[in-house]
């Protein structure tokens, strides 16, 4: 997505599993309800598939105004990744963060997603809030003892009324 902010390289906290499919950002880590922001996958006939039946229905739901995170999800809620026999992993926020869940671990976070915000001047806001924060954590003189801790994600709060 282009609402993601990259602090840190992700790659190298993607699991080198081979037998994982997909590898996917959450919302947040209790119930996994994915999330299209940050996503990697392996390409093979499974995914291939994935991909077909995802962009076929996303193409044929428009009108109703489902987006492509809604038809993923309808997807994998009908049994479809398991159906084409899927290997998931779901992304720890702790290291893809996201407005849903913040990362707790500033030590750790390598991604921060502008998810539960509705609209772009909110998440402008909030993720220019983001850029602000991880500079001052990185000019720290102290960073063993900052007590650091995000800023309050105001414009998207606020937008979600």
């Not at 309800?33 to 940050?38: A, E, L, R, V």
Request: charge should be positive; glycine fraction near 6%; charged fraction near 20%.
């Amino acid at each position: 997505d282009t609402d993601i902010m990259w602090l840190r390289n992700p790659f190298p906290l993607l699991s080198k599993n081979e037998s994982e499919n997909l590898q996917i950002s959450v919302d947040n880590n209790f119930g996994n309800p994915i999330n299209t922001g940050f996503y990697y996958i392996r390409s093979n006939n499974k995914t291939i598939s994935l991909f077909n039946k995802w962009y076929a229905m996303k193409d044929n739901t428009t009108a109703s105004g489902k987006k492509e995170q809604d038809v993923l999800l309808d997807l994998r809620s009908e049994g479809v990744f398991s159906q084409l026999g899927l290997v998931v992993r779901y992304l720890d926020t702790k290291y893809f963060s996201g407005f849903c869940q913040d990362s707790q671990d500033i030590w750790a976070v390598a991604t921060v997603h502008a998810n539960c915000c509705r609209y772009i001047r909110a998440k402008i806001t909030d993720l220019t809030a983001v850029l602000r924060d991880w500079k001052r954590f990185k000019v720290s003189a102290d960073h063993q003892g900052m007590n650091f801790r995000w800023t309050g994600h105001f414009g998207c709060w606020n937008s979600s009324a």
